[in-house]
């Protein structure tokens, strides 16, 4: 098999946070050899979930076998989730900001064998749903837990205490139309309904307003999908939130030079 040498477009900070981090990890289980040093376990991790390598290239490139490439990258995933942010105190930043943004995406999935729940009408395809909050600026502060495609935005939303974590800090947040009935602090576009076919000038230039603001919800998603692991993921499904987690945190660490 041939191979090259290839970039990651991380910084080098992520790659020591991770490296110190299961560098730690082994000493506390006093595992004596492996492989791969902490800092090639680290490179391999980031370049499974940054760059989207399969385990097949991973295994070829570090000179080690498939199922050790596997268990290399669910050994760190499951260490690194393990520190991401909870709700709760995801929930201490937002009740500092002007106002939220709420939105929700799709990661798609390989098919299997209990498909129907995993299947998303609204995008024709295999998924899980991942709700993500983001700030004005239009950062990334927080991601949900993954639930099967077929879940709604809003009952996923209302399902992780979303809604009534927004609503009872008085946060204001803008959604999409998926969201309408959310009711609390949660703003939705104006919509044509049977007794109102048409939609005023004012609330028309409100939402085109709102449309603004969203649009900076819809780059923090696609900024979150630059971990190219997202763009489809090729793990059991049960695994996606973990695969999440672990990609928050990370993305935090690179996005912030002073994050711990």
């Known amino acids: ?12 900070r992520t790659l020591h946070h991770l490296a110190d981090r299961i560098r730690a990890h082994r000493q506390q289980r006093r595992s004596r050899w492996r492989r791969l040093n902490p800092g090639r376990q680290a490179l391999l991790v980031l370049a499974h979930l940054r760059n989207g390598d399969t385990y097949t290239h991973l295994a070829a490139g570090f000179e080690i076998g498939v199922a050790t490439a596997r268990r290399y990258v669910q050994e760190a995933t499951t260490l690194i989730s393990a520190t991401a942010k909870d709700l709760n105190t995801a ?4 009740r500092l900001l002007a106002y939220a943004i709420l939105d929700g995406t799709l990661i798609p999935i390989d098919r299997v064998a209990d498909q129907e729940p995993y299947y998303s009408g609204k995008h024709r395809r295999h ?8 700030d004005a600026a239009g950062r990334l502060v927080g991601a949900s837990a993954t639930l099967p495609g077929a879940t709604h935005d809003l009952t996923a939303a209302r399902a992780h205490g979303i809604i009534d974590a ?4 008085n946060v204001m947040t803008f959604a999409d139309k998926g969201y309408q009935g959310a009711h609390g602090s949660v703003r939705t576009p104006f919509e044509r309904r049977r007794f109102r076919p048409k939609l005023s000038r004012r609330q028309k230039a409100v939402n085109r307003a709102h449309a603004k603001i969203r649009a900076r919800g819809e780059r923090t998603i696609a900024t979150l999908k630059t971990w190219k692991i997202l763009v ?12 999440v987690q ?13 994050a711990r």
């Open 127 to 134: 998924g899980v749903n991942v709700q993500v909050i983001a």
């Open 232 to 243: 489809k993921l090729r793990c059991c499904p049960r695994r996606a939130t973990t695969t």
């Open 246 to 258: 672990a990609i928050l945190v990370l993305h935090r660490v690179e996005a912030d030079r002073y």
């Open 91 to 94: 929930m201490r930043r937002i």
């Open 166 to 169: 927004l609503t009872s800090s």
């Open 1 to 12: 098999m041939l191979s090259y040498p290839a970039t990651i477009p991380l910084s080098s």
